[in-house]
């Protein structure tokens, strides 16, 4: 049984926005900080966006002002919304607790923008 599950990429143009799913199992999603991370080819996997039990937020620099990362615990879901996507957001988008926690990783879900 996977323990995160994320949907909603898909082939944009540039400029266009995408509102990414990540479903967690209650005993990850609990009390922990929740992030998104995403993988280049041949990259190891970055944090973009994290927040916390509390609902404070911080992202990285490349995708401030354009990612707003937000959690519904009793959905035990977290949510990326991506606006005025770039070529470069191109990517496997993944969940997962924050720190990560390497046993957990699922499939991603792409995310590709083109020009």
């Known amino acids: 049984q996977a323990q995160l599950v994320e949907s909603g990429g898909g082939l944009v143009q540039f400029g266009g926005s995408l509102r990414l799913s990540c479903a967690a199992s209650r005993s990850i999603f609990r009390f922990f900080h929740m992030g998104w991370y995403r993988q280049f080819p041949g990259k190891q996997r970055v944090l973009v966006a994290r927040?916390?039990?509390?609902?404070?937020?911080n992202y990285a620099d490349s995708v401030k002002d354009r990612f707003s990362i937000s959690r519904d615990d009793a959905k035990n879901t977290v949510y990326l919304q991506m606006n005025d996507l770039k070529p470069e957001d191109t990517a496997v988008y993944y969940c997962?607790?924050?720190?990560?926690?390497?046993?957990?990783w699922g499939q991603g879900t792409q995310v590709t923008v083109s020009s």
């Open positions: 997962n607790r924050y720190p990560a926690d390497s046993n957990i």
């Open positions: 927040v916390s039990s509390g609902g404070s937020t």
